[in-house]
T-cell receptor
Framework: AQSVTQLDSHVSVSEGTPVLLRCNYS??????LFWYVQHPNKGLQLLLK??????LVKGINGFEAEFKKSETSFHLTKPSAHMSDAAEYFCVVSDQRGSGGGADGLTFGKGTHLIIQP | DTAVSQTPKYLVTQMGNDKSIKCEQN?????MYWYKQDSKKFLKIMFS???????INETVPNRFSPKSPDKAHLNLHINSLELGDSAVYFC???????????????FGPGTRLTVL
């Protein structure tokens, strides 16, 4: 079984300051981890993904995340927030299993709503 | 070109009706999914479909049924709609890697279903 916990339902930062969105995961297998972003009334867009290569992953729009197996964490960061970053962010896990596994969709965290103050 | 498309974008209907949502992907992927996003933004998988193998999340009522006429399409049929079915439904697709790797999923824009 796999699960994701996003530790903050809302995060508010000022424009130009760093962003930290926290995520912890649980997985019985070697996980693939993703961050998706959803802007208001829009679909989901992939920000970045970890699939057992480098532990520090760089994504689009200046975001990056670090996979820490010892802490079972995959926190998302950005050095300087922009107004256009205001959105809902989802941490997502997918087990890496062999064929024949069960429903192999992604397991989503409950989301973190990022608010950017001017 | 839109990678994953869904129609309609909005669907408003009465309780008890039967409706369908269509999904098409032009990415050549072999696996497609349906997700439900509730009013609290929580996303949960409903189905995955790969090479004619349908895997159903056990919590999905049997009023929901996916239909795949070909590899590029996975439509969602809903019978006897209920108020609690109101949500945003997302279609997604991926190409399952060989062995143990799983690639990212590409999502459609969503269909907002409102049951009155």
């Amino acid at each position: 079984a796999q699960s994701v916990t996003q530790l903050d339902s809302h995060v508010s930062v000022s424009e130009g300051t760093p962003v930290l969105l926290r995520c912890n995961y649980s997985s019985s297998y070697s996980p693939s981890l993703f961050w998706y972003v959803q802007h208001p009334n829009k679909g989901l867009q992939l920000l970045l993904k970890y699939t057992s290569a480098a532990t520090l992953v760089k994504g689009i729009n200046g975001f990056e995340a670090e996979f820490k197996k010892s802490e079972t964490s995959f926190h998302l960061t950005k050095p300087s927030a922009h107004m256009s970053d205001a959105a809902e962010y989802f941490c997502v896990v997918s087990d890496q299993r062999g064929s024949g596994g069960g429903a192999d969709g992604l397991t989503f965290g409950k989301g973190t709503h990022l608010i950017i103050q001017p | 070109d839109t990678a994953v498309s869904q129609t309609p974008k909005y669907l408003v209907t009465q309780m008890g009706n039967d409706k369908s949502i269509k999904c098409e992907q032009n990415l050549g992927h072999d696996t497609m999914y349906w997700y439900k996003q509730d009013s609290k933004k929580f996303l949960k998988i409903m189905f995955s479909y790969n090479n004619k193998e349908l895997i159903i999340n056990e919590t999905v009522p049997n009023r929901f049924s996916p239909k795949s006429p070909d590899k590029a399409h996975l439509n969602l049929h809903i019978n006897s709609l209920e108020l609690g079915d109101s949500a945003v439904y997302f279609c997604a697709s991926t190409q399952r890697g060989a062995g143990l790797s799983y690639n990212e999923q590409f999502f459609g824009p969503g269909t907002r279903l409102t049951v009155l």
